[in-house]
């Protein structure tokens, strides 16, 4: 299949990666050296020569510059080409832009599973849109992940990826409070941390965040400028539906301090380190 492939970032390079080795022909905008495939000069050159184009990008200001912008990808698409945005971005936003793509298909396919279920071909796929359209971009996700989930219509991949970086963001704050509590009280958050793994606690994220805060290391992964952008968008949706959402915002609030001490761009485990600077 030819596919053309925006944003080719931390998550994008290994997607893409996974796509070619499956033996599909990309076509690239702004990918890195020695990723294969035809490279683009613009989103519109390579939506031209695509039958699927896959959309990988920060937030929801950059899906819409790379959809409808200057040389974006609705001035090069074809009739009948199937637009697949994985970014996270807004639900909302998300509903137009399948409305403003004339004469395409539209599925929103947020991933969850980082770096490593990137390059493992093993993310979790959340999906909204029409089920025929689906059905003839489930052997793409197949390609790139294990757990793929038609959600609803058109925007539903998008509130449940929002949810899940909801779960995800407030069970990274409860783990680096467990560990910090446990290291200020005179126990080894290393020895408490393979404990809680044998008990009701256990977790993803205590055994893969929690092992990163033992060790101190936060390279990412996923970045806490990132997951910061991503509860504002679930913080926005709530006051739309007359929802608070109190630990959401208390996490974000947490964010904007690792962000304020200069650690955005560091993994989200991360804020176990702004928490012991911010007592």
Do not use: W
């Not at 996974?18 to 000069?41: P, Q």
Request: hydrophobic share 45%.
């Amino acid at each position: 299949m030819r596919i053309g492939f925006v944003g080719l970032g931390v998550m994008g390079t290994p997607m893409a990666a996974n796509l070619a080795k499956a033996g599909h022909e990309l076509f690239l905008y702004r990918g890195r050296e020695g990723l294969d495939g035809t490279h683009c000069t613009s989103a519109a050159e390579a939506a031209a020569e695509a039958e699927v184009v896959i959309l990988m990008l920060p937030d929801t200001p950059d899906v819409e510059n790379a959809l409808f912008g200057p040389e974006g990808v609705a001035e090069g698409i074809k009739p009948g080409t199937l637009v697949i945005d994985m970014s996270s971005i807004s639900p909302t936003a998300t509903k137009e832009f399948a409305q403003r793509l004339k004469g395409c298909d539209y599925l929103d396919a947020p991933v969850s599973g980082g770096e490593v279920g990137a390059q493992q071909a093993t993310l979790t796929i959340l999906v909204g849109g029409e089920p025929d359209v689906f059905d003839r971009a489930k052997p793409l996700f197949e390609t790139l992940g294990k757990n793929i989930t038609l959600i609803g219509g058109t925007g539903a991949g998008q509130t449940a990826k929002v949810a899940n970086q909801i779960v995800v963001g407030l069970t990274i704050e409860a783990v680096a409070e467990a560990l910090l509590f446990a290291e200020k009280a005179g126990a080894d958050p290393a020895v408490v941390r393979e404990a809680l793994m044998g008990g009701f606690a256990q977790s993803r994220i205590l055994e893969l965040h929690g092992e990163r805060m033992v060790q101190q290391t936060f390279d990412p992964g996923f970045r806490i400028r990132l997951h910061r952008k991503d509860l504002a968008l679930a913080i926005r949706a709530a006051a739309e539906l007359d929802l608070a959402l109190p630990n959401t915002a208390a996490t974000q609030q947490l964010m904007n301090a690792a962000i304020a001490d200069g650690d955005g761009e560091l993994d989200h485990s991360a804020l176990y380190r702004t928490l012991r600077r911010h007592p």
